[in-house]
């Protein structure tokens, strides 16, 4: 683990379900939290009351998100590809333009966001993307290409960025630390599921995991049965026959 010093944090897309579990973890920490989220979503942070400042906004928006980072050491943002005016790309760009020179920078998105071309997919998620694309920009409610475009410039930057990649998500009591590989396909990463509270557990402790410094981390539960197994085959690698 790194020793980099944060006290004040940014969470972006405060107000959804994993934006909440990570002001939460943050707050369990003692950190300074802003929280940026849409100005109809703002009640949905009503629990956090005092205890954090909202600034309400687009995401995407470079003024709300300039406001909003001044001053944080770290900066948590849920990239997600909604609607097709470059919601994720544009959040993505607002940040590693305006957030203070050394912030360490933790991105949120899928398992489908490759880094390397080294992930190897399953045959059903490569059909669910295949199908799941193009309908949804179709009908203009999701751009999943535009949330691979937030993630090139984000790969690209000299920032000190962590992109957080997600398996398929449940809710549930904390597991603890989700476990992470460079690359989908392999064997530790087979379950596919991680608790969303450790999601965000995940991502608020990359904050300050300097290992993690442009590491784009695919993660999976702790306790999934195939995180189980690697951790018996280590322990019995290390014990030797
Ligand atoms: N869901 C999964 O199974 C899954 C799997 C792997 C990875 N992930 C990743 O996990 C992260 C969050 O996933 P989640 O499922 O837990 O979702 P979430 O936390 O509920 O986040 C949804 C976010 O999207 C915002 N949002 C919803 N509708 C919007 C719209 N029309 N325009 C603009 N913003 C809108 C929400 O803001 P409001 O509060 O304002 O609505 C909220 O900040 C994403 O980075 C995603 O790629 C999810």
Known sequence: MGTTPVRRICVIGASGKLGRYMVRHALDRGLEVVGVCRER???????????????PGATNDPEVIRRAVAGC???????????????????AQAVLDHAEPDARLVFSCGWHISRDGGDRYSWKLRLAMRIITPLARLV?????????????????????WTVVRGSDLEEGDSQGLPVWSRHVGDPVLASNLTRRVDFALFMVEALTDDTLVHEAPAIVGRRSPSALAHAAEAERGATGP
């Open 140 to 160: 203009r409610a999701v751009d999943v290409n535009d949330q691979v475009e937030a993630c090139r410039r984000i790969f690209a930057s000299d920032r000190r």
């Open 73 to 91: 050491d770290g900066v948590l943002t849920v990239l997600v590809p909604w609607g097709v005016q470059q919601y994720s790309s544009g959040t």
């Open 41 to 55: 979503s703002v009640p949905k942070l009503s629990e956090f009351a005092d205890r954090i400042t909202v600034v």
